[in-house]
Every structure is written in C-alpha cells, then in structure tokens.
C-alpha cells in the first residue's frame, strides 16, 4: 500500500513462497469512475505448484506452531494494519464506483472482523494447541472412568 493513486500507477504485486513479484507492468486497471490506470498488474508468471508447495511444507507447519493466543495476536496486528491504512483502501475502492458508505462494510468491517475473532481468541481459546471439545464423559458400566474430546493440530 505504498504507492498513492496520485503518482505513476504502482504495479500490484504478489507475494508468492515468501518472495515479491512484480517488478515489470503489464495490463493497466482502469478506474471505473474516469477510466484512467490507477494500477497496474505485472507481467510476472505465477508458480502455482511452488505457491502450493510452499503453503503446504512450510506455511502451514509454521501456522500450525503457533498456539491459540499467538493466532489471536496474529489477527489483532492484520486488524490494526487495514486499519491504519484505511484512507487508502477507501481511495482505491472509490475507483470501483462505490461511496465510502458502501465500502464501509468491507474496509472497517473487515478490519473489525479481525479484531473480534482476536478477541474471542484471546478470552476463549487457552494458550495451547490443546482445545477440549464437550463435556467430560463418564465411560464404562460404574462410571469409574472418564473421557473428552481434544481438538490437536493435525500435524
């Protein structure tokens, strides 16, 4: 969100397997409202195979490592991200056509989406990767024994 709509179109980038492309424009995105280029997409090839084995051999090992808490704190900083960058988000969406009223729900709500599901992370979820599910059950003929349900990572 570096670039402003007010200088040279910036080339829109994507981060693929923990790395940026996007060094070369392609295709211009025109706005909707005058039709000028407010951005421009890069002519980079994406690896789809190597967006997936990242994602799968490291990215999810990584996010599988954090507990609860840590993912909740996770959230709260993309939270607080959008929302001190929201004035450029409202810029780029008024290109699209859409008031500012309109794109209160996907900017601010988004934003505060994120910190309610940090929230609830934070008061509800424990400091693990342990979470239990249900009641504890009373098993066997007497009741001399007892089990739950655990919620564990996969991996």
């Not at 999810?60 to 450029?88: C, M, S, T, V």
Request: aromatic share 6%; glycine share 8%.
């Amino acid at each position: 969100m570096n670039a402003t709509l007010n200088s040279s179109p910036a080339v829109l980038q994507s981060l693929i397997a923990d790395r940026w492309l996007g060094k070369e424009a392609s295709r211009g995105l025109h706005s909707a409202v005058n039709g000028r280029v407010v951005a421009r997409t890069h002519s980079e090839a994406i690896d789809f195979a190597e967006s997936l084995h990242f994602a799968r051999q490291t990215a999810l090992p990584a996010l599988l490592a954090l507990n609860f808490q840590q993912r909740a704190a996770r959230l709260r900083a993309l939270g607080a991200y959008l929302n001190q960058h929201k004035e450029q988000l409202y810029a780029i969406s008024a290109h699209t056509g859409a008031t500012r009223a309109d794109s209160w729900i996907d900017i601010e709500g988004g934003s505060g989406t994120l910190y309610a599901y940090a929230s609830m992370g934070a008061a509800e979820l424990p400091s693990s990767n342990v979470m239990h599910e249900g009641p504890v059950l009373r098993l066997g003929k007497l009741g001399h024994f007892a089990g739950t349900h655990i919620l564990v990572p996969r991996r």
